[in-house]
């Protein structure tokens, strides 16, 4: 019945120092690259993901499975941002048909398009999910009122290339954006006003704001940096061995992931700056990485056109990943499990 | 050589991918049915729901006559009204069960004939046709 166990010839030394090798989860489905993920909080129903593909079709899953839940259809671009709130009620899309659209990730229904003049890259929801934020190649940040969505958007001008990631932050008082002018600014959103300027070498290719600590998570050229989001002074910055396009750090502030193009997950302390381990897995450079809300887990997007999820704590039962002692393994009575063959390179 | 000691962690089975047949979104999943409450009125509905009722029976009626018309659209030859001032014709087929992709054959395009193909209803804004000698029907789609 189902699978046998396949069991390799390894000694066991002792069960409690054997290590166990990651196993990634792959969700397939997308057919193109995917350039951007974003989980909802926990909710009664547990905690959802939500990719956004060049392909168009942004998918919802089951954050702790990876099960597909849905596919929004609706957009005729490629979709470069996307976004639930916290209660995963709702999800926002942003893509190169020049509109933002807000979905019921519920039932997978289009609620809105908002009409733009250029290719939208970034969307987030505030807090209360009653504002969206939208930003893209036309520069400009905006301001969307969901209850009143027929009136005209809040404008916020000021960036002098295209907007790549914009995020509500301190309370949704402020905005902090990154554009391909290698700035990052920081808004207050009654004024509209720049409260503050980081300028940069290169574009900044990530942003990541934890609200809990409010410390904002960037990425540019190799390097990690971690800043204040009301000060945006630099508290430590960390430098991979290959260019990174993402990162995110653990609700906990105890690890930090990052990918970038040399397809490779690498995994670092947050205290002491090392590195802890890089995972292979990926065929395409990774374009983003988020840690899920209760830390278990983290998501990458790649270029491959999939996504996979990554265990915090590898070897530990959760989601689908199922801890086995060394006595289960080689038991008659041992359910149907998938223990996957040894990495064959491509 | 000592990475390759260690044993890969095990799953219970690989994520579930995309159903190639519908767009997903289980209206029976238990996160459906508890934030969507139904517009079908139980019962036991107070004075509001003769409103719902009436609407309900109104909708199904659309719908009803929509099908309808797209029976009707079997084999006749249609005319697409699409975006971007685009207008074909075409031998009407079929339509998925999503109305969304629409089967026609003979499409006249302005780089000649497809002898079959498939129309994307998100692009049709409107099909006409002559339901019967001398009268042209309109349907939105």
Redesign the interface.
């Known amino acids: 019945k189902g699978l046998r166990?396949f069991v390799?010839c390894?000694p066991f030394w002792s069960p409690v120092s054997?290590?166990?090798?990651?196993?990634p989860?792959?969700?397939?489905?997308h057919t193109r690259p995917v350039v951007d993920l974003a989980f909802s909080g926990i909710t009664p129903?547990g905690y959802f993901l939500i990719s956004a593909c060049k392909d168009g079709k942004p998918?919802?899953?089951q954050g702790d499975?990876?099960?597909?839940?849905?596919?929004?259809?609706?957009h005729?671009g490629a979709v470069w941002g996307a976004t639930l709130n916290k209660e995963a009620?709702k999800a926002a899309t942003a893509a190169a048909d020049f509109t933002a659209k807000v979905w019921d990730a519920?039932?997978?229904d289009e609620v809105l398009t908002l009409a733009h003049k250029h290719i939208v890259k970034s969307v987030n929801f505030t807090e209360d999910s009653n504002c969206l934020l939208t930003g893209g190649n036309d520069k400009v940040l905006r301001i969307y009122d969901l209850g009143k969505p027929e009136a005209e958007p809040q404008e916020i001008a000021g960036h002098t290339s295209a907007i790549k990631k914009a995020l509500w932050c301190n309370n949704d008082q402020h905005i902090l954006s990154a554009a391909e002018d290698k700035t990052i600014r920081l808004w207050d959103k009654n004024t509209k006003e720049a409260v503050k300027t980081l300028s940069f070498d290169a574009s900044v290719s990530s942003m990541e704001y934890i609200p809990d600590g409010e410390i904002l998570v960037i990425t540019y050229g190799r390097t990690i940096a971690f800043y204040s989001a009301h000060s945006l002074d630099l508290i430590k910055a960390v430098d991979a061995p290959a260019s990174i396009h993402s990162a995110s750090l653990h609700p906990e502030k105890d690890f930090f992931v990052a990918g970038g193009d040399d397809f490779k997950l690498y995994k670092y302390d947050y205290s002491t700056k090392d590195e802890m381990e890089s995972y292979k897995g990926h065929f395409g450079p990774i374009h983003c990485v988020r840690f899920s809300p209760d830390g278990e887990l983290y998501a990458s997007g790649s270029e491959d056109g999939t996504l996979r999820?990554w265990?915090t704590a590898?070897?530990k039962t959760y989601g689908?990943?199922?801890?086995?002692l060394p006595e289960e393994?080689s038991s008659e009575n041992s359910?149907a499990?998938?223990?996957?063959p040894?990495e064959i390179k491509a | 050589m000592r990475s390759s000691m260690k044993t890969p962690v095990s799953v219970l089975r690989l994520p579930r991918g995309p159903d190639p047949n519908s767009r997903g979104f289980d209206p029976n999943s238990p996160r459906f049915v508890a934030l969507c409450p139904t517009t079908v009125p139980s019962s036991s509905s107070s004075s509001s729901g003769s409103a719902d009722e009436e609407e309900q029976r109104l909708r199904a009626e659309l719908r009803e006559r929509f099908l309808r018309t797209l029976l009707l659209m079997t084999g006749k030859r249609v005319r697409f009204d699409m975006h971007e001032h685009v207008r074909v014709h075409a031998r009407f087929g079929a339509s998925d069960i999503d109305v969304l992709t629409l089967q026609v054959s003979d499409l006249e395009t302005p780089l000649g004939v497809q002898r079959e193909a498939l129309l994307r209803c998100q692009d049709v804004i409107a099909c006409s046709f002559e339901a019967r000698e001398g009268a042209r029907s309109v349907a939105t789609v």
């Open positions: 166990l390799s390894h054997m290590a166990m090798r990651q196993t989860l792959t969700c397939s489905g129903y998918m919802l899953r499975t990876g099960d597909w839940i849905g596919t929004f259809l609706g005729k009620t519920v039932t997978g999820l265990q590898v070897g689908l990943w199922k801890c086995v393994l359910e499990l998938y223990c996957p040894a």
